[in-house]
């Protein structure tokens, strides 16, 4: 049975717990480390801990890094439910001394007021203000199911706080705005505190695992200093597409509640956030080969799924190859092949997009 912290908060460019599942199974034993540098959701680094693994996962997007943090380091459902209790609590007096939320909505007041009803913005700011989730595992937990229901389907269920919007998506201020009045639709009255109580007891139907990881909001060159002395048997991570999708734009919403923008941004978090031309994006692939040789076990593996705009399954396993030069280390491709994306994320509010239609996996061994 899937684990319910898998789905905990869906968005673009994920792969499935599955892909992870049958790597872990296949090129590590249990006690072994697992390292995802580009974590994402956490999905891998979660995986190998269900597994009885060891887990790295860093990411060096907000949104990314407190999703990861959450899996990895999960509290207990009791601990959760009393934090949220206690954050609740703090909110009336909060929200009765505060006379006004325009910071928190910077110059896109109209978006936040058509994204959000009036008692669920404000609370929405106390806990933007409140939650310490860089730095204390139980705020972290809130903050991921928070984010998991800041957007989605309005009619399809009430766990969800916004306006009608995608799930794995922010969509932009203006396009939002223009949507939302066109059909005169108007947000939910949503108890943020009610909703997010809800969510973590259907999250924690799922037993969390005894065993904890380790999360970094850091650069993946970074990493080698993060983790110090370890090394992982399992290298596996996706890195960012080539011109495909901007993390940083397309999930500017729940970085705005994380204490970001209030606003779309590029370039802000990483200069890796999306490339557009080869020569850039084959740069970062060498940096992640040059983590991969201070941070992989001689004999360990490093999968990597990857895909670009334009390019070729031949051109993405000989562009892996040729930049694993950088590891200075001995490096075999062991195996390729091609994942059509079945079910792709564009289509739930772009249908018929031309966008990526398959992705390339490759396993190597490094000696």
């Given at each position: ?196 109580r809800n969510r973590a007891k259907y999250r924690y139907e799922s037993n969390r695992p005894l065993r904890r990881g380790q999360a970094w909001l850091c650069d993946m060159r970074e990493l080698p200093r993060k983790v110090g002395s370890k090394r992982a048997q399992l290298l596996i991570t996706s890195p960012p597409y080539l011109d495909t999708t901007s993390f940083e734009e397309d999930q500017w919403l729940r970085g705005w509640f994380l204490g970001g923008a209030a606003m779309p941004t590029r370039g802000v978090y990483s200069r890796d956030d999306r490339h557009y031309t080869r020569d850039k994006y084959w740069s970062m692939i060498a940096d ?80």
């Amino acid at each position: 049975m899937r684990h319910r912290f898998h789905s905990m908060c869906p968005y673009f460019a994920m792969f499935p717990e599955s892909f992870a599942e049958s790597w872990i199974e296949e090129l590590t034993q249990p006690g072994d480390l697992v390292l995802d540098p580009f974590s994402g959701r956490g999905t891998a680094p979660f995986q190998a801990l269900l597994m009885g693994r060891a887990a790295v996962g860093g990411d060096i997007n907000p949104v990314a890094y407190v999703l990861t943090r959450a899996k990895l380091r999960s509290p207990s459902l009791r601990q959760l439910l009393a934090r949220i209790d206690e954050l609740e609590e703090k909110s009336r007096v909060a929200v009765r001394q505060r006379e006004s939320i325009d910071g928190d909505q910077g110059e896109n007041r109209d978006f936040f007021e058509l994204a959000f009803a009036p008692r669920t913005l404000v609370q929405l700011c106390y806990l933007r203000k409140e939650l310490q989730w860089s730095s204390d595992d139980l705020d972290a937990m809130v903050a991921a199911v928070t984010v998991g229901c800041l957007h989605g389907e309005v009619n399809a269920t009430a766990n969800y706080l916004s306006n009608q919007m995608p799930r794995t998506i922010s969509t932009k201020p203006n396009y939002s705005v223009k949507f939302w009045r066109e059909r005169g639709l108007i947000p939910p009255d949503r108890d943020v505190f009610e909703v997010i109580r809800n969510r973590a007891k259907y999250r924690y139907e799922s037993n969390r695992p005894l065993r904890r990881g380790q999360a970094w909001l850091c650069d993946m060159r970074e990493l080698p200093r993060k983790v110090g002395s370890k090394r992982a048997q399992l290298l596996i991570t996706s890195p960012p597409y080539l011109d495909t999708t901007s993390f940083e734009e397309d999930q500017w919403l729940r970085g705005w509640f994380l204490g970001g923008a209030a606003m779309p941004t590029r370039g802000v978090y990483s200069r890796d956030d999306r490339h557009y031309t080869r020569d850039k994006y084959w740069s970062m692939i060498a940096d992640l080969w040059r983590v991969a040789g201070q941070l992989v076990v001689p004999g360990g593996s490093v999968v990597i799924r990857i895909a670009g705009r334009g390019m070729s399954e031949d051109e993405l396993c000989r562009g892996l190859l040729g930049t694993s030069v950088c590891s200075q280390r001995n490096v075999k491709l062991v195996s390729s092949g091609v994942s059509e994306i079945v079910r792709r994320q564009t289509d739930a509010f772009r249908p018929g997009s031309l966008g990526l239609r398959t992705e390339v996996d490759c396993q190597f061994k490094m000696y």
